[in-house]
């Protein structure tokens, strides 16, 4: 499975932004779907998982309230919905695919930036 993740940039506190992760080369629908993030000098941390039809999400307490992971089976991809942005959230943004929601991820996209600014 090849995951492409788009969707980064620059957005000033309190601004949203929605990543997008596109798979291609399996069947998207018999995967969980995940984002992390990695900030600068720190380590790689989960922030939200999505079940294989979507009925099932799971959040960061840091982005809970605030993000929101959906997925569209029909287009293979799933989407991170960003809104009331902190400069905390400033990272490589993930995504990644696992069998079930709660399994570590077997794939991994190639990473997109957010960089809040204040």
């Known amino acids: 499975v090849q995951l492409q993740a788009s969707g980064g940039g620059l957005v000033q506190v309190g601004g949203s932004l929605r990543l997008s992760c596109a798979a291609s080369?399996?069947?998207?629908?018999?995967?969980?779907m995940n984002w992390f993030r990695q900030a600068s000098g720190k380590e790689r941390e989960f922030v939200a998982v999505?079940?294989?039809?979507?009925?099932?999400?799971y959040y960061a307490d840091s982005v809970k309230g605030r993000f929101t992971i959906s997925r569209d089976n029909a287009k293979n991809t799933v989407y991170l919905q960003m809104n009331s942005l902190k400069p905390e959230d400033t990272a490589v943004y993930y995504c990644?695919?696992?069998?079930?929601?709660?399994?570590?991820?077997?794939?991994w996209g190639q990473g997109t930036q957010v960089t809040v600014s204040s």
């Open positions: 999505i079940s294989w039809y979507g009925r099932t999400t």
């Open positions: 990644a695919a696992s069998r079930f929601p709660d399994d570590p991820p077997l794939y």
């Open positions: 080369g399996g069947t998207f629908s018999n995967y969980a």
